[in-house]
């Protein structure tokens, strides 16, 4: 979900604010974003209403049942917003958080990458992965990393966690870690980390099958 990369909070004496779009939804089932006031506080609405009346509107109502879900189960928790709540079944209602993503962001600090594999050693040990991890879906507030985007997330039940398709998304996740937190500090991953983003060998098999099957789809038109 972008943001501005800088986002001053809107004043939410009452909730008349004027709401102020952040995104158009232009993508399929991609909701519009505005970021307005919800029970006198700043909020940021991801809205489907656009799919009302239409084939696509039960799916809607799916991804924000969905994301709602989430978030109540990571309510209380730093590194996420706080859900304020849903609206007609196709609008979601979260916190406002102030900050820059680190897709804008210039320079950050080691310590909020440190934070983040923390946070996210935390999520996948409750059997949640984000699955959509990159620099517009974490904002940076007062040193903070807050993760946005809660839409693509999954919680696999304890008895499935050792699974080698939830195994893989974890890694995905911190995969997708390592290459923003290289590209913001120049930092290498340990040979730990490393070793733990490593692809096991089914893994590496399916996408170099996928590789070549493209290469021969390509020749073959």
Not at 33 to 46: E, I, L
Not at 193 to 206: C, E, K, M
């Amino acid at each position: 979900m972008d943001t501005p990369a800088t986002s001053p909070s809107p004043i939410c004496g009452d909730d008349a604010a004027m709401p102020l779009l952040l995104k158009r939804g232009e993508r399929f089932l991609e909701p519009d974003v505005y970021r307005t006031c919800m029970d006198g506080q700043p909020a940021v609405v991801k809205d489907y209403t656009r799919y009302r009346g239409t084939p696509l509107s039960l799916l809607a109502r799916v991804l924000v049942h969905h994301e709602a879900h989430m978030l109540q189960r990571l309510s209380g928790w730093k590194h996420a917003p706080a859900l304020l709540g849903t609206i007609g079944g196709l609008a979601l209602g979260m916190e406002f958080i102030p900050g820059q993503t680190l897709s804008t962001a210039q320079a950050v600090g080691t310590e909020v990458f440190e934070q983040l594999q923390q946070a996210l050693d935390r999520l996948h040990a409750a059997g949640i992965t984000h699955n959509d991890l990159h620099g517009t879906n974490v904002v940076v507030s007062g040193g903070v990393p807050v993760l946005l985007d809660f839409t693509s997330a999954w919680r696999t039940p304890r008895w499935l966690r050792r699974n080698p398709i939830t195994r893989q998304l974890s890694r995905s996740d911190l995969k997708n870690l390592v290459k923003m937190r290289q590209r913001l500090t120049g930092q290498r991953p340990s040979a730990a980390l490393a070793a733990r983003v490593a692809d096991p060998g089914w893994v590496a098999a399916i996408r170099q099958g996928w590789k070549r099957f493209y290469a021969w789809a390509k020749q073959v038109r």
